[in-house]
């Protein structure tokens, strides 16, 4: 066999698309992913200050305030009476993603996404078959937890452990020893279960994916009549389970389920082109 | 494909009890070790303006606009396994104190008010109080008239003074400070001339005596 760094899921893509439009999606992602960081960390780098702060909370070009909605609930659930910047940041956030999908924050920005698809790939290249299974509904009650910790403790609980911040906030403000957290996500993903981490635990993904349940923007499997049943999307997909109905069923093509990271992976992976990014479609 | 069968009320009510469960167990783990995150980290000191320590937990969001707001790279956040809990700001006087900028620039660009965005002037800052920890190593005890901590206080005279006294039988200026005038920026800290500072700043927590507690647990 001929050692190839080519995705097992996007194989059948590449051979009928050819590298490039097989990897469209992916590209635009982690473009996405390291411009956020990247402008972040040019200030601190580079003296190159077009925003200042981190995911939780920035200022952009010195007057536009962005904060994370779930840091600011957790904020709110610990008894906080927040100032309005961040009040305002957090809902300048929301409504962004009310519009392009919650979970495109898994998709598009989050630095986790990079370690977890980084394992997943690893993991199907070594032949890792190992999955322990875990509820999908686990990261809700970690999510619920978390609120309630908030609540009891009077802190922003999560942050104390969160990966997600950890990752981002260590990357454009030093990491320290947060890197065993990280590489305990990786270890997760790679040995003990398919995409344990964002598929299944991390509450971050599921707060991001409540608040864009009713999202504008939508992946459609548009050109289900087409599809051959490689399975190439089902094997590429964080989330499987959201697949089914819009490329099986015979209601809407719109891919509706909150846990869709609009990452557009099913598009690049079809070698047939059934799915597209478009706009909800609630009915046929 | 057979159908499942839709689950029943009976189970419905099983599932969510199992998951309000769960979720009440993981908050309560995650409480427990919030808990005990927070009780070491007593010894850090937060930027000007900073809220009650409890208060600053629930209101900071880990953000660092106040870390790059500081012209003097004064702040930083915490990394894992710093003294003070993940993420949030905080300062070493003895390697970087606060330079006590007349417009606190720090606490203007939090977003959250976790600092106090309309604090009226640096002098009303509370990041902690110095305490003379080292009577036995600080020079003036020694009667050597050191004094470098009274001579680099940016609020000299009133936060820090020299007081002669008698001490067995020897005449000595002391190093005092004053708890009132005192912001806590840690100057005297850094400049002082021992390997380990005999002068620290203290959270006034963990620096102050008093009276004894209020019942919601602060000092009077
Ligand atoms: S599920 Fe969590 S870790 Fe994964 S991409 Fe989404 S926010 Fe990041
Ligand atoms: S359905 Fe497609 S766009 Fe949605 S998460 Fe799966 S691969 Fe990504
Ligand atoms: S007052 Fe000035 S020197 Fe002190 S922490 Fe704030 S910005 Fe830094
Ligand atoms: S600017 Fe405010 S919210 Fe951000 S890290 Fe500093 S104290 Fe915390």
């Given amino acids: 066999m001929r050692l190839s760094l080519t995705a097992e899921a996007r194989r059948e893509g590449v051979a009928a698309k050819g590298w490039v439009r097989a990897?469209?999606?992916?590209?635009?992602?982690?473009?996405?992913?390291?411009?956020?960081?990247?402008?972040?960390?040019?200030?601190?780098?580079?003296?190159?200050?077009l925003v200042r702060g981190n995911f939780a909370s920035s200022e952009i070009l010195g007057f536009l305030p962005l904060s994370d909605p779930f840091i600011a609930v957790q904020s709110l659930a610990?008894?906080?009476?927040?100032?309005?910047?961040?009040?305002?940041?957090?809902?300048?956030?929301?409504?962004?993603?009310?519009?392009?999908?919650g979970r495109a924050y898994c998709g598009w920005i989050c630095p986790v996404n990079i370690?977890?698809?980084?394992?997943?790939?690893?993991?199907?290249?070594?032949?890792?078959?190992?999955?322990?299974?875990?509820?999908?509904?686990?990261r809700l009650w970690v999510l619920g937890g978390a609120l309630l910790a908030s609540l009891l403790s009077g802190t922003v609980a999560w942050e104390f452990v969160?990966?997600?911040?950890?990752?981002?906030?260590?990357?454009?403000?030093?990491?320290?020893?947060?890197?065993?957290?990280?590489?305990?996500?990786?270890?997760?993903?790679?040995?003990?279960?398919?995409?344990?981490?964002?598929?299944?635990?991390?509450?971050?993904?599921?707060?991001?994916?409540?608040?864009?349940?009713a999202s504008v923007v939508r992946v459609a499997a548009s050109r289900r009549e087409a599809c051959t049943?490689?399975?190439?999307?089902?094997?590429?997909?964080?989330?499987?389970?959201?697949?089914?109905p819009a490329l099986k069923g015979r209601g809407t093509m719109s891919i509706l389920n909150q846990d869709c990271l609009n990452c557009g992976s099913c598009i690049d992976a079809c070698p047939v082109d059934v799915f597209e990014i478009s706009v909800r479609r609630n009915i046929r | 494909m057979a159908k499942p069968k839709p689950p029943s009320r009976r189970d419905l009510l099983t599932s969510g009890a199992k998951a309000a469960g769960v979720a009440c167990l993981a908050g309560l783990s995650l409480t427990a070790y919030v808990e005990s995150a927070r009780r070491a980290e007593a010894t850090a000191l937060r930027p000007p303006g900073a809220l009650p320590e409890d208060d600053f937990q629930g209101a900071c969001v880990r953000c660092g606009l106040c870390v790059r707001a500081c012209p003097f790279d004064t702040l930083r956040l915490a990394e894992l396994g710093e003294e003070a809990p993940l993420g949030t700001p905080f300062f070493v006087a003895r390697e970087t104190p606060c330079f006590m900028c007349a417009?606190?620039?720090?606490?203007?660009?939090?977003?959250?008010?976790?600092?106090?965005?309309?604090?009226?002037?640096?002098?009303?800052?509370?990041?902690?109080?110095?305490?003379?920890?080292?009577?036995?190593?600080?020079?003036?005890?020694?009667?050597?008239?050191?004094?470098?901590?009274?001579?680099?206080?940016?609020?000299?005279?009133?936060?820090?003074?020299?007081?002669?006294?008698?001490?067995?039988?020897?005449?000595?200026?002391?190093?005092?400070?004053?708890?009132?005038?005192?912001t806590g920026c840690g100057t005297c800290e850094k400049h002082c001339v021992l390997g380990h500072a005999a002068i620290r700043v203290l959270p006034r927590e963990l620096g102050l005596g008093g009276r004894g507690r209020n019942p919601a647990g602060r000092a009077v």
Wanted: charged letters at 20%.
């Fill in chain 1, 23 to 49: 990897h469209k999606w992916w590209i635009l992602r982690r473009l996405t992913q390291l411009t956020a960081l990247g402008v972040f960390m040019a200030g601190p780098l580079a003296g190159i200050w």
């Fill in chain 1, 78 to 101: 610990a008894g906080a009476v927040l100032a309005r910047v961040a009040l305002l940041g957090a809902l300048l956030i929301t409504l962004f993603y009310i519009v392009v999908g």
């Fill in chain 1, 115 to 138: 370690v977890t698809d980084t394992a997943y790939w690893l993991r199907e290249k070594l032949g890792i078959t190992r999955d322990r299974k875990l509820d999908r509904r686990t």
């Fill in chain 1, 162 to 213: 969160n990966p997600v911040s950890l990752l981002q906030r260590g990357l454009i403000f030093g990491l320290g020893a947060g890197w065993t957290i990280i590489a305990a996500v990786f270890l997760l993903d790679l040995l003990i279960t398919r995409r344990g981490w964002c598929g299944h635990l991390c509450p971050v993904g599921a707060f991001y994916g409540i608040m864009g349940k």
């Fill in chain 1, 229 to 244: 049943n490689c399975g190439a999307c089902f094997q590429i997909c964080t989330e499987p389970h959201v697949i089914t």
């Fill in chain 2, 103 to 182: 417009d606190v620039p720090c606490a203007k660009a939090c977003p959250t008010g976790a600092l106090d965005r309309d604090i009226p002037s640096i002098r009303q800052a509370d990041m902690g109080v110095a305490v003379l920890v080292g009577h036995e190593s600080c020079l003036n005890y020694k009667g050597i008239t050191c004094s470098i901590c009274h001579r680099v206080c940016p609020i000299r005279d009133e936060a820090i003074t020299l007081e002669p006294q008698a001490i067995r039988g020897r005449r000595m200026v002391i190093p005092t400070v004053h708890s009132d005038k005192c």
